[in-house]
C-alpha cells in the first residue's frame, strides 16, 4: 500500500544532543511537509519542499533543519533539542497543486509520527 | 484572533448518538476543507475532503461548508465507540505554486461511550 512512514516512532535524546528523524513516501508525491504537534494542539507547519525547494515558516527555529535527498525520502534535524522540543513530529505529503480546480492534490496525507522525549 | 476556531471539547456521547463538529474561519480565500481524524498517539488521517461549498456525504460521515458563513461541520451519525478520536479541520486557499499551507483548528476531543 502506499503510505508515508516514520521512523522511528519514538525518540529519546537527551538535552543538546542531535538528532535526525526521517520520514519515506511510496505515493511518489512533490510535496513533502514537516509539523510539530504538542499535547491538544493543532499541527504547527515548520517547513516544506516542493520536489527540491525549500521553504522555512518565518517562525520555525534555526535549531530545525531538514534534508529532501530525494523524492521519497526527506529528514528533520535537530541541532541541539531543548526540554521544549519535545513533542510529536509529524511528516506529510501533497501531489502537485497545478491541478485542476477541485483536485484533491491539496489533500495532505500524514505518516504516524515520532514522538520526541527530551531528557 | 486565530484563523480557523474549533471548541476542543472534550464531546461524549452515548453509542448511536449523532457527533456534530464545527469550525468557524477568517479568511475568505480557504476554498479546501478537510477534516482529519486523529488517534491518540498517532497522526491524522483524513476522513473528508470537501471543495468549495455543499455537502459532502461517505458512510456514516457528512461534511457540510457554508462559505457565505465561514462555517464547516462533521457530522457522524450512528457513532460507534471506535470513533472516539480527535477530529481536526484543515483548510486551505486556492493553490498555487509553492503555497500549500494548511490551517488547522485545534482539534476537538470526542469519546463515544458503548
Known amino acids: 500500500d502506499a503510505m508515508v512512514i516514520q521512523n522511528p516512532r519514538y525518540q529519546v535524546t537527551q538535552f543538546g544532543k542531535p538528532v535526525t528523524l526521517s520520514c519515506s513516501q511510496t505515493?511518489?508525491?512533490?510535496?513533502m511537509y514537516w509539523y510539530q504537534q504538542k499535547s491538544s494542539q493543532a499541527p504547527k507547519l515548520l517547513f516544506h519542499?516542493?520536489?527540491?525547494?525549500?521553504?522555512n515558516e518565518a517562525d520555525t527555529p534555526d535549531n530545525f533543519q531538514s534534508r529532501r535527498p530525494n523524492t521519497s525520502f526527506c529528514f528533520l534535524d535537530i541541532r541541539s533539542p531543548g526540554l521544549g522540543d519535545a513533542a510529536m513530529y509529524l511528516c506529510?505529503?501533497?501531489?502537485?497543486?497545478?491541478?485542476?480546480?477541485?483536485?484533491?492534490?491539496?489533500?495532505?496525507?500524514f505518516g504516524p509520527g515520532t514522538r520526541l522525549l527530551v531528557l | 484572533q486565530k484563523e480557523v476556531e474549533q471548541d476542543p471539547g472534550p464531546l461524549s456521547v452515548p453509542e448511536g448518538a449523532i457527533v456534530s463538529l464545527n469550525c468557524t474561519y477568517s479568511?475568505?480565500?480557504?476554498?479546501?476543507f478537510m477534516w482529519y481524524r486523529q488517534y491518540s498517539r498517532k497522526g491524522p488521517e483524513l476522513l473528508m475532503y470537501?471543495?468549495?461549498?455543499g455537502n459532502k456525504e461517505d458512510g456514516r460521515f457528512t461534511a457540510q461548508v457554508d462559505k457565505s458563513s465561514k462555517y464547516i461541520s462533521l457530522f457522524i451519525r450512528d457513532s460507534q465507540p471506535s470513533d472516539s478520536a480527535t477530529y481536526l479541520c484543515?483548510?486551505?486557499?486556492?493553490?498555487?505554486?509553492?503555497?500549500?499551507?494548511?490551517?488547522f483548528g485545534a482539534g476537538t476531543t470526542v469519546t463515544v461511550r458503548a
Open positions: 506529510a505529503t501533497s501531489r502537485d497543486l497545478q491541478l485542476p480546480r477541485g483536485h484533491s492534490g491539496e489533500t495532505q496525507y
Open positions: 505515493l511518489n508525491h512533490n510535496v
Open positions: 519542499y516542493y520536489d527540491k525547494d525549500f521553504n
Open positions: 479568511n475568505s480565500a480557504f476554498q479546501y
Open positions: 470537501t471543495y468549495s461549498s
Open positions: 484543515a483548510m486551505s486557499q486556492a493553490g498555487f505554486a509553492n503555497d500549500y499551507k494548511l490551517s
